[in-house]
Protein backbone atom coordinates (compact mmCIF):
# COMPACT_ATOMS: atom_id res chain seq x y z
CA UNK A 1 0.00 0.00 0.00
CA UNK A 2 1.52 3.40 -0.96
CA UNK A 3 2.46 5.53 2.14
CA UNK A 4 1.13 9.50 0.97
CA UNK A 5 2.87 12.41 1.79
CA UNK A 6 1.72 13.97 4.76
CA UNK A 7 1.50 17.99 3.17
CA UNK A 8 1.99 20.97 4.65
CA UNK A 9 1.81 20.85 8.61
CA UNK A 10 -1.46 22.18 10.28
CA UNK A 11 -1.38 23.85 13.44
CA UNK A 12 -2.81 21.88 15.86
CA UNK A 13 -5.36 24.26 16.97
CA UNK A 14 -7.05 24.08 13.65
CA UNK A 15 -8.55 21.16 14.48
CA UNK A 16 -9.73 21.89 18.14
CA UNK A 17 -11.44 24.91 16.12
CA UNK A 18 -13.48 22.29 14.14
CA UNK A 19 -14.14 20.39 17.12
CA UNK A 20 -15.40 23.34 18.74
CA UNK A 21 -19.32 22.79 17.86
CA UNK A 22 -19.19 19.37 19.02
CA UNK A 23 -21.04 18.30 22.07
CA UNK A 24 -20.90 14.61 23.25
CA UNK A 25 -24.23 14.94 25.00
CA UNK A 26 -25.83 15.70 21.59
CA UNK A 27 -25.27 11.94 20.99
CA UNK A 28 -27.01 10.53 23.70
CA UNK A 29 -29.42 12.34 25.76
CA UNK A 30 -33.02 12.88 25.65
CA UNK A 31 -32.88 16.67 25.89
CA UNK A 32 -30.91 17.24 22.92
CA UNK A 33 -33.23 15.15 21.05
CA UNK A 34 -36.52 17.24 22.18
CA UNK A 35 -34.01 20.26 21.14
CA UNK A 36 -33.84 18.19 17.33
CA UNK A 37 -37.63 17.84 17.21
CA UNK A 38 -38.64 21.31 18.24
CA UNK A 39 -35.70 23.36 16.26
CA UNK A 40 -33.92 21.09 13.66
CA UNK A 41 -36.62 18.86 12.03
CA UNK A 42 -39.28 21.09 10.98
CA UNK A 43 -36.81 24.10 9.49
CA UNK A 44 -35.10 21.89 7.14
CA UNK A 45 -35.78 20.34 3.42
CA UNK A 46 -35.59 16.79 4.22
CA UNK A 47 -36.14 13.56 1.77
CA UNK A 48 -38.96 12.31 2.05
CA UNK A 49 -38.77 9.51 -0.73
CA UNK A 50 -38.13 8.97 -5.08
CA UNK A 51 -40.48 10.44 -7.52
CA UNK A 52 -40.54 7.09 -8.76
CA UNK A 53 -42.79 6.09 -5.70
CA UNK A 54 -45.44 7.98 -7.19
CA UNK A 55 -45.14 6.32 -10.72
CA UNK A 56 -49.15 6.88 -10.97
CA UNK A 57 -52.65 8.96 -9.86
CA UNK A 58 -53.11 7.65 -6.25
CA UNK A 59 -49.77 6.35 -5.53
CA UNK A 60 -48.94 7.61 -1.81
CA UNK A 61 -45.59 7.38 0.13
CA UNK A 62 -45.83 8.27 4.04
CA UNK A 63 -42.80 9.31 5.79
CA UNK A 64 -42.11 10.20 9.17
CA UNK A 65 -39.87 12.21 11.63
CA UNK A 66 -40.59 12.27 15.25
CA UNK A 67 -44.24 13.05 16.25
CA UNK A 68 -44.86 14.39 12.31
CA UNK A 69 -45.79 11.74 9.58
CA UNK A 70 -46.67 13.33 6.44
CA UNK A 71 -48.38 11.73 2.90
CA UNK A 72 -47.10 12.31 0.09
CA UNK A 73 -49.06 11.51 -3.15
CA UNK A 74 -49.59 11.87 -7.05
CA UNK A 75 -52.80 13.92 -6.93
CA UNK A 76 -52.45 14.70 -10.84
CA UNK A 77 -50.28 13.17 -13.63
CA UNK A 78 -48.84 16.61 -13.45
CA UNK A 79 -48.37 17.27 -10.00
CA UNK A 80 -47.41 15.99 -6.54
CA UNK A 81 -48.80 16.91 -3.31
CA UNK A 82 -48.00 16.55 0.35
CA UNK A 83 -50.26 16.94 3.53
CA UNK A 84 -50.19 16.06 7.45
CA UNK A 85 -51.37 12.56 8.21
CA UNK A 86 -53.63 13.07 10.22
CA UNK A 87 -57.95 13.15 10.52
CA UNK A 88 -59.43 16.92 10.70
CA UNK A 89 -62.17 15.11 13.22
CA UNK A 90 -60.32 13.40 16.00
CA UNK A 91 -56.66 13.49 14.74
CA UNK A 92 -56.20 9.84 13.80
CA UNK A 93 -53.25 8.76 11.80
CA UNK A 94 -54.76 8.29 8.25
CA UNK A 95 -52.54 5.89 6.65
CA UNK A 96 -49.57 4.25 6.84
CA UNK A 97 -46.75 2.40 4.03
CA UNK A 98 -46.91 2.89 0.73
CA UNK A 99 -49.38 2.10 -2.17
CA UNK A 100 -52.28 2.98 -4.18
CA UNK A 101 -55.44 4.65 -3.07
CA UNK A 102 -58.35 6.73 -4.22
CA UNK A 103 -58.97 8.37 -1.05
CA UNK A 104 -57.74 8.89 2.96
CA UNK A 105 -60.08 7.09 5.11
CA UNK A 106 -60.24 7.70 8.77
CA UNK A 107 -60.44 4.07 10.12
CA UNK A 108 -62.16 5.76 13.68
CA UNK A 109 -64.94 7.26 12.21
CA UNK A 110 -65.24 6.86 8.45
CA UNK A 111 -64.07 10.56 7.45
CA UNK A 112 -62.69 10.68 3.98
CA UNK A 113 -60.48 13.42 1.95
CA UNK A 114 -59.56 12.73 -1.55
CA UNK A 115 -55.71 12.72 -3.22
CA UNK A 116 -56.14 16.49 -3.64
CA UNK A 117 -56.85 16.95 0.56
CA UNK A 118 -60.34 18.19 0.30
CA UNK A 119 -62.82 16.17 2.31
CA UNK A 120 -65.53 14.10 0.73
CA UNK A 121 -67.65 12.51 3.53
CA UNK A 122 -68.75 13.01 7.21
CA UNK A 123 -70.44 10.31 8.52
CA UNK A 124 -73.88 11.25 9.43
CA UNK A 125 -73.12 14.87 8.49
CA UNK A 126 -76.83 15.84 8.98
CA UNK A 127 -76.40 15.95 13.12
CA UNK A 128 -73.60 18.91 12.27
CA UNK A 129 -76.76 20.91 11.90
CA UNK A 130 -74.44 22.73 9.18
CA UNK A 131 -72.04 23.83 11.58
CA UNK A 132 -69.06 22.02 9.47
CA UNK A 133 -66.83 24.66 7.40
CA UNK A 134 -65.93 22.61 3.84
CA UNK A 135 -62.92 24.74 3.77
CA UNK A 136 -61.58 24.26 6.93
CA UNK A 137 -62.31 20.32 6.56
CA UNK A 138 -59.35 20.14 4.11
CA UNK A 139 -56.26 18.38 5.12
CA UNK A 140 -52.92 20.78 5.98
CA UNK A 141 -50.98 20.70 2.74
CA UNK A 142 -47.08 20.82 3.74
CA UNK A 143 -44.55 22.08 1.36
CA UNK A 144 -42.81 20.04 -1.11
CA UNK A 145 -40.52 20.36 -4.34
CA UNK A 146 -38.08 18.09 -5.85
CA UNK A 147 -34.27 17.73 -7.38
CA UNK A 148 -32.82 14.70 -8.81
CA UNK A 149 -35.25 12.15 -8.28
CA UNK A 150 -36.08 13.06 -4.84
CA UNK A 151 -39.19 14.05 -3.20
CA UNK A 152 -38.31 16.90 -0.33
CA UNK A 153 -40.50 17.93 2.41
CA UNK A 154 -40.41 21.20 5.19
CA UNK A 155 -42.65 22.13 7.66
CA UNK A 156 -41.56 25.47 7.90
CA UNK A 157 -43.26 27.88 5.12
CA UNK A 158 -40.24 30.66 5.84
CA UNK A 159 -37.24 27.52 4.22
CA UNK A 160 -35.51 28.99 1.31
CA UNK A 161 -36.65 27.12 -1.85
CA UNK A 162 -35.52 23.97 -2.05
CA UNK A 163 -32.84 24.72 -4.88
CA UNK A 164 -31.72 27.86 -2.74
CA UNK A 165 -31.34 25.72 0.37
CA UNK A 166 -29.31 23.04 -1.84
CA UNK A 167 -26.75 25.52 -3.17
CA UNK A 168 -23.89 24.21 -4.38
CA UNK A 169 -24.95 20.78 -4.63
CA UNK A 170 -27.39 21.50 -7.96
CA UNK A 171 -24.00 23.04 -8.95
CA UNK A 172 -22.21 19.92 -8.94
CA UNK A 173 -24.46 17.65 -9.30
CA UNK A 174 -27.12 18.40 -11.75
CA UNK A 175 -25.04 16.79 -15.06
CA UNK A 176 -25.36 13.62 -13.58
CA UNK A 177 -29.21 13.71 -14.46
CA UNK A 178 -29.78 11.67 -10.88
CA UNK A 179 -33.78 12.26 -11.69
CA UNK A 180 -33.08 9.75 -14.56
CA UNK A 181 -31.69 7.08 -11.82
CA UNK A 182 -34.00 4.10 -10.51
CA UNK A 183 -34.19 2.33 -7.24
CA UNK A 184 -32.03 -1.04 -8.38
CA UNK A 185 -32.30 -1.96 -4.37
CA UNK A 186 -33.67 -0.76 -0.89
CA UNK A 187 -32.20 -2.06 2.53
CA UNK A 188 -33.03 -0.41 6.01
CA UNK A 189 -32.35 -1.31 9.54
CA UNK A 190 -32.82 -0.38 12.83
CA UNK A 191 -29.32 0.90 14.58
CA UNK A 192 -28.25 0.81 18.49
CA UNK A 193 -26.72 4.32 17.79
CA UNK A 194 -27.60 8.13 17.43
CA UNK A 195 -28.65 9.15 14.02
CA UNK A 196 -25.84 11.79 13.96
CA UNK A 197 -23.15 9.10 14.73
CA UNK A 198 -24.52 6.97 11.68
CA UNK A 199 -25.22 9.66 9.54
CA UNK A 200 -21.10 10.71 10.47
CA UNK A 201 -19.90 7.17 9.64
CA UNK A 202 -20.45 7.79 5.62
CA UNK A 203 -20.09 11.97 5.66
CA UNK A 204 -15.94 11.68 5.66
CA UNK A 205 -12.90 9.47 4.04
CA UNK A 206 -10.59 8.85 6.95
CA UNK A 207 -11.84 5.82 8.01
CA UNK A 208 -11.69 4.14 4.93
CA UNK A 209 -7.82 2.64 4.85
CA UNK A 210 -8.79 1.15 8.27
CA UNK A 211 -12.17 -0.20 8.52
CA UNK A 212 -12.41 -1.37 4.69
CA UNK A 213 -9.80 -3.46 5.05
CA UNK A 214 -10.69 -4.89 1.62
CA UNK A 215 -10.84 -2.25 -0.53
CA UNK A 216 -7.80 -1.19 0.98
CA UNK A 217 -5.73 -4.19 -0.68
CA UNK A 218 -7.17 -3.05 -4.22
CA UNK A 219 -5.31 0.65 -3.45
CA UNK A 220 -5.43 3.08 -0.70
CA UNK A 221 -6.44 7.21 -0.85
CA UNK A 222 -5.91 9.96 0.89
CA UNK A 223 -8.87 12.16 1.21
CA UNK A 224 -9.60 15.91 1.24
CA UNK A 225 -13.21 17.79 1.94
CA UNK A 226 -14.71 21.01 2.13
CA UNK A 227 -17.56 22.82 3.40
CA UNK A 228 -20.92 23.76 0.01
CA UNK A 229 -22.47 26.17 2.16
CA UNK A 230 -24.76 24.03 4.94
CA UNK A 231 -23.68 20.96 3.22
CA UNK A 232 -20.81 19.14 2.52
CA UNK A 233 -18.25 16.76 0.30
CA UNK A 234 -15.46 14.68 0.15
CA UNK A 235 -13.01 13.33 -2.44
CA UNK A 236 -9.52 11.78 -3.12
CA UNK A 237 -6.14 13.93 -3.29
CA UNK A 238 -4.53 11.06 -3.91
CA UNK A 239 -5.33 7.67 -4.73
CA UNK A 240 -3.97 4.46 -6.02
CA UNK A 241 -7.36 3.84 -8.17
CA UNK A 242 -9.97 5.94 -8.82
CA UNK A 243 -12.77 5.73 -11.64
CA UNK A 244 -14.73 8.22 -13.58
CA UNK A 245 -12.38 11.22 -14.00
CA UNK A 246 -10.01 11.58 -10.51
CA UNK A 247 -6.79 12.20 -10.91
CA UNK A 248 -4.95 8.62 -10.10
CA UNK A 249 -1.61 7.12 -9.47
CA UNK A 250 -0.13 3.87 -8.88
CA UNK A 251 0.61 1.74 -5.53
CA UNK A 252 3.61 0.58 -6.58
CA UNK A 253 5.71 0.47 -10.20
CA UNK A 254 5.00 -2.26 -11.84
CA UNK A 255 1.36 -2.67 -10.77
CA UNK A 256 -0.91 -4.40 -13.50
CA UNK A 257 -3.93 -1.92 -12.58
CA UNK A 258 -5.62 -3.89 -15.77
CA UNK A 259 -6.22 -6.89 -13.36
CA UNK A 260 -6.26 -5.11 -10.70
CA UNK A 261 -9.30 -2.98 -11.67
CA UNK A 262 -11.40 -6.35 -12.52
CA UNK A 263 -10.98 -8.01 -8.84
CA UNK A 264 -11.84 -4.40 -7.39
CA UNK A 265 -15.26 -4.03 -9.10
CA UNK A 266 -15.93 -7.66 -8.45
CA UNK A 267 -15.18 -6.78 -4.70
CA UNK A 268 -17.85 -3.98 -5.23
CA UNK A 269 -20.24 -6.56 -6.39
CA UNK A 270 -20.07 -9.22 -4.31
CA UNK A 271 -19.70 -7.06 -0.77
CA UNK A 272 -21.51 -3.89 -0.99
CA UNK A 273 -24.01 -4.19 -4.41
CA UNK A 274 -23.05 -0.26 -5.45
CA UNK A 275 -20.69 2.29 -6.88
CA UNK A 276 -21.08 -0.54 -10.06
CA UNK A 277 -23.20 -1.36 -12.99
CA UNK A 278 -23.55 -4.23 -14.45
CA UNK A 279 -21.72 -3.43 -17.74
CA UNK A 280 -18.58 -2.50 -15.47
CA UNK A 281 -17.29 -6.12 -14.48
CA UNK A 282 -17.11 -7.39 -18.34
CA UNK A 283 -15.60 -3.96 -19.56
CA UNK A 284 -13.15 -4.54 -16.76
CA UNK A 285 -12.63 -8.04 -17.61
CA UNK A 286 -12.09 -6.85 -21.71
CA UNK A 287 -9.76 -4.30 -20.82
CA UNK A 288 -6.56 -6.16 -20.31
CA UNK A 289 -6.44 -7.70 -24.23
CA UNK A 290 -6.87 -3.58 -25.52
CA UNK A 291 -4.10 -2.35 -23.42
CA UNK A 292 -1.01 -2.99 -22.35
CA UNK A 293 0.67 -4.07 -18.79
CA UNK A 294 1.87 -1.06 -18.32
CA UNK A 295 -1.29 0.95 -18.85
CA UNK A 296 -1.44 4.01 -16.61
CA UNK A 297 -5.03 4.08 -14.01
CA UNK A 298 -6.15 6.64 -15.84
CA UNK A 299 -5.69 4.75 -19.25
CA UNK A 300 -7.44 1.83 -16.92
CA UNK A 301 -10.61 3.13 -16.05
CA UNK A 302 -10.72 5.87 -18.91
CA UNK A 303 -11.49 2.62 -21.25
CA UNK A 304 -13.67 0.97 -18.24
CA UNK A 305 -15.94 4.11 -18.89
CA UNK A 306 -15.70 3.99 -22.56
CA UNK A 307 -16.75 0.22 -22.64
CA UNK A 308 -19.54 0.20 -19.76
CA UNK A 309 -20.87 3.60 -21.17
CA UNK A 310 -21.38 1.36 -25.19
CA UNK A 311 -22.38 -1.65 -23.80
CA UNK A 312 -24.75 0.37 -21.73
CA UNK A 313 -25.68 2.03 -24.30
CA UNK A 314 -26.78 -1.18 -26.24
CA UNK A 315 -29.60 -1.49 -23.65
CA UNK A 316 -30.84 1.30 -24.10
CA UNK A 317 -29.43 3.10 -21.30
CA UNK A 318 -27.39 6.24 -22.15
CA UNK A 319 -24.91 7.98 -19.44
CA UNK A 320 -24.18 12.13 -19.66
CA UNK A 321 -21.22 13.21 -20.78
CA UNK A 322 -19.40 14.82 -18.55
CA UNK A 323 -16.25 16.76 -18.79
CA UNK A 324 -12.92 16.05 -16.51
CA UNK A 325 -13.60 19.22 -14.85
CA UNK A 326 -17.30 17.95 -14.36
CA UNK A 327 -16.48 15.06 -12.44
CA UNK A 328 -13.95 16.62 -10.49
CA UNK A 329 -16.52 18.61 -8.97
CA UNK A 330 -18.89 15.62 -8.61
CA UNK A 331 -16.15 14.05 -5.93
CA UNK A 332 -16.97 10.37 -4.46
CA UNK A 333 -18.96 11.63 -1.28
CA UNK A 334 -21.91 14.62 -0.53
CA UNK A 335 -23.85 15.14 2.75
CA UNK A 336 -26.95 16.95 2.11
CA UNK A 337 -27.87 18.30 5.33
CA UNK A 338 -29.07 17.32 7.51
CA UNK A 339 -29.59 13.37 6.97
CA UNK A 340 -28.99 12.61 3.49
CA UNK A 341 -25.58 11.01 2.27
CA UNK A 342 -25.06 10.21 -1.45
CA UNK A 343 -22.04 8.44 -3.57
CA UNK A 344 -22.42 9.84 -6.78
CA UNK A 345 -21.20 8.88 -9.92
CA UNK A 346 -22.52 8.76 -13.84
CA UNK A 347 -24.12 5.53 -13.78
CA UNK A 348 -25.19 4.33 -10.10
CA UNK A 349 -25.64 6.33 -6.75
CA UNK A 350 -25.37 4.70 -3.22
CA UNK A 351 -27.83 6.61 -0.86
CA UNK A 352 -27.70 6.70 2.63
CA UNK A 353 -30.49 8.55 5.26
CA UNK A 354 -30.71 8.42 8.99
CA UNK A 355 -33.44 9.13 10.67
CA UNK A 356 -34.46 8.97 14.89
CA UNK A 357 -36.10 6.65 15.91
CA UNK A 358 -39.10 7.81 18.18
CA UNK A 359 -38.23 9.52 21.31
CA UNK A 360 -35.30 7.27 22.05
CA UNK A 361 -31.76 8.70 21.22
CA UNK A 362 -29.38 5.66 21.69
CA UNK A 363 -31.12 4.31 18.26
CA UNK A 364 -31.84 5.12 14.53
CA UNK A 365 -33.58 4.07 11.60
CA UNK A 366 -30.94 4.02 8.83
CA UNK A 367 -31.41 3.50 5.14
CA UNK A 368 -29.51 2.01 2.46
CA UNK A 369 -30.19 2.08 -1.53
CA UNK A 370 -28.61 2.09 -4.73
CA UNK A 371 -30.21 3.90 -7.19
CA UNK A 372 -28.44 3.30 -10.95
CA UNK A 373 -29.33 4.74 -14.44
CA UNK A 374 -32.10 2.40 -16.67
CA UNK A 375 -33.70 2.17 -20.11
CA UNK A 376 -36.82 4.46 -20.35
CA UNK A 377 -39.02 1.29 -20.36
CA UNK A 378 -37.67 -0.05 -17.34
CA UNK A 379 -40.40 -0.19 -14.73
CA UNK A 380 -39.24 -2.30 -12.49
CA UNK A 381 -40.77 -1.97 -8.45
CA UNK A 382 -38.47 -2.11 -5.95
CA UNK A 383 -39.17 -3.16 -2.06
CA UNK A 384 -37.60 -1.99 0.92
CA UNK A 385 -35.98 -4.61 3.33
CA UNK A 386 -35.41 -4.71 6.56
CA UNK A 387 -32.94 -6.46 8.38
CA UNK A 388 -31.21 -5.48 12.10
CA UNK A 389 -28.84 -8.09 12.12
CA UNK A 390 -25.45 -6.09 11.55
CA UNK A 391 -23.34 -9.45 11.01
CA UNK A 392 -25.55 -11.05 8.42
CA UNK A 393 -22.93 -10.71 5.61
CA UNK A 394 -25.13 -12.78 3.28
CA UNK A 395 -27.48 -10.07 3.14
CA UNK A 396 -25.68 -6.80 3.96
CA UNK A 397 -22.07 -7.54 2.58
CA UNK A 398 -18.43 -7.15 4.24
CA UNK A 399 -18.47 -3.03 3.71
CA UNK A 400 -21.70 -2.28 5.08
CA UNK A 401 -21.15 -4.57 7.79
CA UNK A 402 -17.95 -2.89 9.03
CA UNK A 403 -19.50 0.31 9.10
CA UNK A 404 -22.68 -0.72 11.22
CA UNK A 405 -20.45 -2.47 13.68
CA UNK A 406 -18.10 0.94 13.63
CA UNK A 407 -21.25 2.54 14.51
CA UNK A 408 -22.58 0.80 17.25
CA UNK A 409 -19.25 0.82 19.09
CA UNK A 410 -19.17 4.33 18.48
CA UNK A 411 -21.74 5.63 20.52
CA UNK A 412 -21.05 3.27 23.37
CA UNK A 413 -17.29 4.95 23.65
CA UNK A 414 -18.89 8.67 22.86
CA UNK A 415 -20.58 7.92 26.54
CA UNK A 416 -17.48 7.17 28.41
CA UNK A 417 -16.47 9.40 31.14
CA UNK A 418 -12.52 8.60 29.58
CA UNK A 419 -13.87 10.47 26.16
CA UNK A 420 -13.78 14.59 26.23
CA UNK A 421 -14.91 14.96 22.63
CA UNK A 422 -13.76 14.40 19.06
CA UNK A 423 -10.31 15.84 17.76
CA UNK A 424 -11.67 15.95 14.03
CA UNK A 425 -8.62 16.04 11.05
CA UNK A 426 -8.96 19.23 9.43
CA UNK A 427 -8.48 18.24 6.01
CA UNK A 428 -10.58 14.80 5.43
CA UNK A 429 -13.34 15.33 8.20
CA UNK A 430 -14.20 18.94 7.50
CA UNK A 431 -18.06 17.62 7.00
CA UNK A 432 -18.24 16.45 10.52
CA UNK A 433 -17.37 19.94 11.75
CA UNK A 434 -19.43 21.48 9.45
CA UNK A 435 -22.44 18.98 10.27
CA UNK A 436 -21.86 19.91 14.17
CA UNK A 437 -21.43 23.92 13.53
CA UNK A 438 -25.31 24.74 11.17
CA UNK A 439 -26.91 21.52 13.79
CA UNK A 440 -26.00 23.96 16.66
CA UNK A 441 -27.07 27.28 14.62
CA UNK A 442 -31.00 25.90 14.04
CA UNK A 443 -30.69 24.61 17.70
CA UNK A 444 -29.68 28.06 18.93
CA UNK A 445 -32.43 29.30 16.53
CA UNK A 446 -30.32 31.05 14.26
Not at 125 to 134: I, N, Q, T, Y
Amino acid sequence: MADFDRGETIPPEVSTILSAHVVKQAYYEPEWLKKEYAALWPRVWQVACRVEELDHVGSYVTYDIGDESVIVVRSSPERIRAFYNVCQHRGRRLIEGSGTTPNFACKFHGWRWNINGENEHVTQVEDWHGALDGDDLCLNEVRLDTWGGWVFVTFEPDVAPLREYLGGVVDALDPLKLDEMRYRWRKWLVVNCNWKVALEAFNEGYHVNVTHPGVVKFGASLFGSREVGIHSMFDTRASTMRAEGTSVKAADTGVDVRKMASGFYTYQRDELGSLISESMIPAAQAVPALLPEDATPEQVFGKIVELSMALDAQKGIEWPVLTPEQYQQVGIDWHFFPNTVILPMASNCLVYRARPLGDDPDKCIFEVSHIERVAKEDVRKVVPQRNDDIYDRAFWGEILLQDFQQMEATHKGIKSKGYRGPRLNPEQEKPVANFHRVYHEYLSGD
